[in-house]
């Protein structure tokens, strides 16, 4: 691994993979496309990230940037605000967000899901707090609450029909959620590396575990739920008709 660390100020940007297809939530639009009160699941992450003021700017990786809708959405806000070509796989797409983003001088990058757009400003802060001091980055997740059973394989593969076979010790375990924020060179390496269609490397910090390195664990939330099946929806935009009401009274 060739990056080293400088002694500059940081220059964080954000990057935010939209390029999926979302086949698992099986929505007439990708999932980061459905609405709520008017705004898109994009929307209300990209103004997400943007809460902290540490974020200079924003750079979104999806199918076509060259849509109406997003020569739209850059208009709002032209000097944050970005479309870059997505790939084939979400790796791609966030190594496209962070050469974009390293053209612009960025150091560090946060990467974040188009489809969590619940993302409470008070984790946002902590997590940039730490990937900002730890040279290994740091990542947003929570401690599995629940127990956790191992299912028996079926051999006929009836998925409906799930059994257990053991209990598993869920003590050190922890759920995964983005933002994710690493010095931008490093990760990029570490994905070239890891390859960026590698079916392990599911979130950035795999990259860099494959690298040697022991990304920090930062207490999330669980309203940082991502969409990814049409119940999760359900939830994410009871939560955003909820904020959307708290923000409207106190104005
Ligand atoms: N080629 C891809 C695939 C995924 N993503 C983005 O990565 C985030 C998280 O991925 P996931 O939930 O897996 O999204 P999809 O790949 O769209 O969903 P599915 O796996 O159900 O098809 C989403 O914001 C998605 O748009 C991306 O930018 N480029
Ligand atoms: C990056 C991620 O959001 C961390 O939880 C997640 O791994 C990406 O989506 P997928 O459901 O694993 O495809």
């Not at 806000?77 to 983003?101: C, D, M, W, Y």
């Not at 008070?122 to 990542?139: S, W």
């Amino acid at each position: 691994m060739k990056a080293s660390v400088s002694n500059d100020p940081p220059s964080l940007m954000a990057v935010i993979p939209a390029a999926g297809n979302g086949s698992r939530m099986q929505s007439r639009v990708p999932k980061q496309f459905l609405t709520v009160a008017d705004k898109t699941l994009l929307e209300y992450s990209i103004e997400a990230v943007c809460r902290d003021s540490r974020v200079e700017q924003v750079f979104i990786a999806v199918s076509n940037p060259d849509t109406d809708y997003f020569v739209e959405l850059k208009q709002k806000q032209p000097t944050k605000v970005h479309f870059v070509k997505g790939g084939n796989s979400r790796a791609e797409s966030v190594l496209a967000g962070i050469k974009a983003a390293t053209s612009q001088g960025a150091t560090h990058v946060l990467v974040h899901d188009a489809a969590r757009p619940c993302l409470p400003e008070t984790a946002l802060k902590r997590v940039i707090d730490e990937g900002l001091k730890d040279p290994q980055g740091a990542i947003l997740a929570i401690p599995v609450r629940d127990s956790l059973k191992r299912a028996v394989v079926s051999s006929q593969g009836d998925k409906g029909s799930a059994h257990i076979e053991s209990s598993v010790e869920r003590e050190a375990l922890w759920q995964a959620q983005t933002p994710q924020v690493f010095n931008a060179e490093r990760l990029q390496q570490a994905i070239e590396h890891m390859g960026a269609l590698n079916p392990q490397l599911t979130d950035e910090a795999s990259a860099m575990q494959w690298c040697g390195f022991q990304p920090a664990l930062i207490p999330g939330s669980i309203r940082n739920l991502k969409v990814t099946h049409p119940e999760d929806f359900e939830c994410v935009r009871d939560w955003l008709l909820v904020i959307n009401n708290k923000e409207e009274s106190r104005s």
